[in-house]
């Protein structure tokens, strides 16, 4: 089920506390399962770079960095799911808070490109895939191997078969900071994978999350799993928990 976002195209400024309080009443209020967190990455120069950015911005940047892990460890500790997305070789990845994130148990960083997902810009030459090493960060393995795949130059070592790649240069990396809709459905289909894979019960998915949002099937439910004669094993509709069977059917019958 869709759900909020928070930016200032959609009315927060997480640069105030006002704002950062109210995106949190909503956080509390929908309990989300997954949350997609993509703060600001201008300010954080390059690991290799020698440029300075100034402390206004950087300030307002490790803001909205510090907002993020917070709801990423609310996430945590709910036993839900986190995604960071940065630029790979940004500075914000050996920030304190962000190495203490890595050293989680379950939790992993990987780096990959946009370009298999049909990123695209314009130059002098024409239109051409965008390669944009981006840098992922989440504790769901199965949203990771979707969101992480190489280029497939690296993999193809006959140089007139790559493709051609556009530097994001001259204004250009501005436009590539939407995410083209494959890897929108790549996130969904990790999400789908995850929640497949025995960490959720497969009824707590609706038809919308696990099959034609992400381009496959409408899941059509097997009705017999409700019948409380039939089932052997009963879980929690919220937190997937196993539940007692005997009280469970007691608690139906009355």
Not at 26 to 55: A, D, I, Y
Request: net charge neutral; charged share 20%; proline share 8%.
């Amino acid at each position: 089920t869709p759900g909020a976002a928070f930016d200032l195209g959609t009315g927060y400024d997480l640069s105030t506390p006002a704002d950062r309080q109210r995106a949190w009443a909503e956080l509390e209020e929908t309990r989300p399962c997954f949350v997609l967190g993509s703060p600001m990455c201008g300010p954080f120069p390059q690991l290799s770079s020698l440029n300075s950015t100034p402390s206004s911005r950087m300030a307002a940047a490790v803001c909205h960095l510090d907002f993020c892990c917070e709801v990423y460890k609310w996430q945590v500790a709910r036993g839900c799911i986190f995604l960071h997305e940065h630029r790979a070789l940004a500075k914000s990845w050996a920030l304190p808070r962000v190495q203490e994130f890595l050293s989680l148990p379950g939790v992993e960083r990987r780096i990959g490109h946009q370009c298999p997902f049909g990123l695209k810009s314009t130059d002098a030459t024409g239109e051409g895939l965008v390669l944009k090493p981006t840098g992922w960060m989440s504790n769901c393995v199965e949203v990771l191997d979707a969101v992480a795949p190489r280029c497939s130059n690296e993999s193809n070592p006959t140089q007139s078969e790559h493709h051609r790649h556009v530097n994001l240069v001259n204004g250009r990396a501005r436009a590539a900071e939407r995410y083209p809709p494959a890897l929108i459905r790549a996130i969904l289909q990790g999400l789908v994978n995850h929640y497949r894979s025995g960490n959720r019960p497969l009824y707590w998915m609706c038809s919308t999350d696990s099959g034609l949002t992400v381009e496959e099937p409408e899941v059509v439910p097997d009705l017999t799993v409700w019948n409380p004669s039939s089932k052997t094993q009963f879980r929690d509709d919220v937190t997937g928990f196993p539940l007692e069977p005997n009280l469970v059917r007691l608690a139906r019958s009355t």
